[in-house]
């Protein structure tokens, strides 16, 4: 089995705090070997015994009965999350700046008719495939567009990591 990179959603934000020790010891608990966390935002590199969705699914459940919150897993392999940092569609400005959001599947076509309806100002979005790819002009923490309501209107769970992190997620995935 190969390894994946699993991505929580919204962990240490909001008063849902998850030590990447914890997290680490859960993913061994599960069976995951060659497990690693990079930063404390819930990215997990590891090996999953068997069926990668299934995994995700038994941690998602884990951190929910340790830690009384649910968090969306989603997983890609380490080849998956090159080929989405190859297809972002925008100029890349400042890597701190650009985002793949990686989504757990693909959006249908009327959720992504519907996120368009947003003004996104000087911002940009595309979807390509399973991933939400965005370009903030300003960066994240001064959007233009409305990103929350653009993520529900695509009507799936995501969780978005700027280039920077997705860059050193690959490296740690290994060749």
């Given at each position: 089995?190969?390894?994946?990179?699993?991505?929580?959603?919204?962990?240490?934000?909001?008063?849902?705090?998850?030590?990447?020790?914890?997290?680490?010891?859960?993913?061994?608990?599960?069976?995951?070997?060659?497990?690693?966390?990079?930063?404390?935002?819930?990215?997990?590199?590891?090996?999953?015994?068997?069926?990668?969705?299934?995994?995700?699914?038994?941690?998602?459940?884990?951190?929910?009965?340790?830690?009384?919150f649910f968090r969306e897993a989603i997983?890609?392999?380490?080849?998956?999350?090159?080929?989405?940092?190859?297809?972002?569609?925008?100029?890349?400005?400042?890597?701190?700046?650009?985002?793949?959001?990686?989504?757990?599947?693909?959006?249908?076509?009327?959720?992504?008719?519907?996120?368009?309806?947003?003004?996104?100002?000087?911002?940009?979005?595309?979807?390509?495939?399973?991933?939400?790819?965005?370009?903030?002009?300003?960066?994240?923490?001064?959007?233009?567009?409305?990103?929350?309501?653009?993520?529900?209107?695509?009507?799936?769970?995501?969780?978005?990591?700027?280039?920077?992190?997705?860059?050193?997620?690959?490296?740690?995935?290994?060749?």
């Amino acid at each position: 089995m190969s390894p994946r990179i699993i991505l929580l959603r919204a962990v240490n934000v909001g008063g849902s705090t998850l030590p990447m020790a914890d997290l680490r010891a859960l993913a061994s608990e599960l069976g995951a070997t060659d497990v690693r966390t990079y930063i404390a935002s819930g990215n997990l590199i590891c090996t999953p015994p068997g069926d990668p969705d299934e995994f995700d699914r038994a941690l998602e459940a884990a951190v929910e009965q340790r830690f009384g919150f649910f968090r969306e897993a989603i997983s890609r392999s380490r080849d998956e999350v090159a080929a989405a940092l190859t297809a972002h569609p925008f100029e890349v400005l400042e890597p701190k700046f650009s985002y793949v959001t990686f989504l757990l599947t693909e959006p249908s076509p009327a959720g992504i008719e519907k996120a368009r309806t947003f003004a996104t100002g000087d911002d940009r979005w595309q979807v390509v495939g399973r991933e939400l790819h965005v370009r903030y002009a300003t960066g994240a923490g001064r959007p233009q567009m409305k990103d929350a309501s653009i993520g529900r209107a695509l009507g799936v769970p995501g969780t978005a990591r700027n280039l920077n992190t997705v860059t050193k997620l690959i490296e740690l995935a290994g060749p």
